[in-house]
């Protein structure tokens, strides 16, 4: 085990984590539509609708232009949601809905980095209301995340800050900076290619579950390609990790309010292959 610790004079190093897909199966977000309509955030006609995007995500196969469509629809869907009734909506769901769903692989890699002394960061282009409680649950250090903007408690639909590619990168790199962390020795997790300039900026890249650009990708450079298939409640595997061991401290734009919506609006960009057209 003591082969393993890092050598704290040495710089800081870190390992960033994409969400979805990556260390939980479904997405963050959409998971929550059901308790969303529940609650009175949405109509049958849109949890359903919502449900469909869940499985277009999971299956990888919108194009470009239906992403846009439904981006723009989401985006409008949550104009107006109460921030307070979000925050508690998520709270009152979390571990029935998103413990069941953690890969039990990725759980088993967010031990072995702490373990190893290196911090965890949450980097997703879900919201910030959803990603934060989340991260929280993991026992993650960090977490960068997409934010709207609120005014008078309610979410506008306009986004403030969207994580999400190159944004992803420079919060990597932001991070970097103001902690010290020697990016050549850190490590980052992800399974879309619209998140390569992520896994560019680290000594160590991994593809998990990767799309198929990514898998092109990673096959060419020679990064490691990961397969999570066993989602697991923490508590079954791990009770250390049941339990948050730490605060979470949130990354990115300051703003009034961070927004769950803002999750919504992740999937329209989600599976644009080419990055470089953002």
Not at 196 to 219: Q, T
Request: charged letters at 25%; proline letters at 5%; a negative charge.
């Amino acid at each position: 085990m003591l082969g393993i610790v890092e050598n704290h004079s040495l710089p800081r190093t870190a390992a960033f984590f994409d969400l979805d897909k990556t260390v939980i199966a479904k997405s963050s977000t959409l998971t929550f539509s059901k308790s969303f309509y529940q609650g009175g955030l949405i109509n049958r006609r849109a949890a359903l609708r919502t449900a469909y995007t869940q499985f277009v995500f999971l299956a990888g196969g919108a194009d470009h232009d239906q992403m846009e469509r439904m981006r723009e629809y989401l985006s409008a869907l949550c104009r107006g949601w109460n921030v307070q009734q979000v925050r508690e909506i998520v709270a009152e769901t979390l571990h029935d809905l998103i413990d069941p769903i953690i890969y039990d692989e990725a759980a088993s890699l967010i031990e072995e980095h702490h373990a190893a002394g290196r911090d965890v960061v949450i980097v997703s282009t879900s919201g910030a209301e959803v990603v934060e409680p989340i991260g929280e649950l993991l026992g993650a250090d960090r977490v960068v995340a997409t934010r709207m903007v609120v005014e008078d408690g309610v979410f506008t639909g306009e986004v403030e800050y969207y994580a999400y590619g190159p944004t992803k990168a420079e919060a990597i790199a932001e991070l970097a900076e103001s902690e010290g962390y020697d990016l050549d020795r850190c490590y980052a997790y992800s399974d879309s290619a619209t998140d390569l300039p992520m896994l560019e900026a680290v000594g160590h890249p991994h593809a998990v579950n990767p799309d198929r650009a990514l898998r092109r990708e990673a096959a060419a450079r020679g990064w490691p390609i990961l397969s999570f298939s066993r989602p697991v409640r923490l508590k079954q595997r791990l009770p250390s990790l049941s339990m948050p061991p730490r605060p979470v401290l949130v990354v990115g734009a300051t703003v009034a309010a961070a927004a769950a919506a803002a999750g919504l609006v992740w999937y329209a960009h989600r599976r644009r292959t080419p990055y470089a057209q953002i």
